[in-house]
């Protein structure tokens, strides 16, 4: 089975000489292009790149690109490696998603609940908000959303490696999400960090997916 994985980025770079690895370069719509593949074609959100970060890649991937192998996301040109440092390469994707339905980071154990960090760092009311519209749109995940909000775990990073099969089915549920969130919170008057509210809840939305459906990761 083949496997994609495509390396967001918003500057130039070097990418790997892997032919697995493809750059696409998100933000596009509102950016120079720097030749790659970009992520303001077909169905796209790439305008609001400042809002949701690697996220207009994510979702350019799953409106725009077919293929009936493994599909993945690098953020901005971080790869998934082995403890040694070596990058995952296309044969042992395939060996692992024989045994596992996604690839991704290591959880981030925090300090704190991750409830209490996102109240420092960023707008709590966001995060709140997102829980509304879960309970409101998508009840059955609600709890394991209270209980992992409240926890002290999370991903880092939207980076998955999975069939596109899920990856798809894992989008439509996140963006479902997020776009009700946009329409009731006004992020404009955040400084840049904290704007891009959506890219940095989606992380913890990750994990609250792959909970509920007990996937093996």
Known sequence: MSTIIFTM???AFTPPADPMFVPLQVGRAIGKDLGYIGDDTGDSISKW????????GMYWVWKNFRTEGNVGLC???????????????????????????LVTTKQVV??????DGYAVNHHIKDLIETGNVIREFYPQYHEVFEQIV????????????CKKELFDAYCEWLFGILLKVKERVDVEHYDNYRK??????????????????????
């Open 110 to 115: 925090l300090n704190n609940s991750y409830y």
């Open 49 to 56: 790149n400042p809002y949701f970060s690697e996220l207009t």
């Open 150 to 161: 409240h926890g002290n775990r999370t991903y880092f990073g939207n980076m998955i490696v």
């Open 196 to 217: 891009r509210v959506f890219g940095f809840i989606s992380e913890v939305l990750l994990l609250v997916y792959t909970t509920h459906h007990r996937l093996k990761v």
């Open 75 to 101: 953020h901005y040109r971080r790869f998934l490696i082995h403890e040694n440092g070596n990058v995952i390469t296309e044969q042992e994707y395939d060996r692992l998603l024989q045994n596992y339905d």
């Open 9 to 11: 980025t918003h500057k």
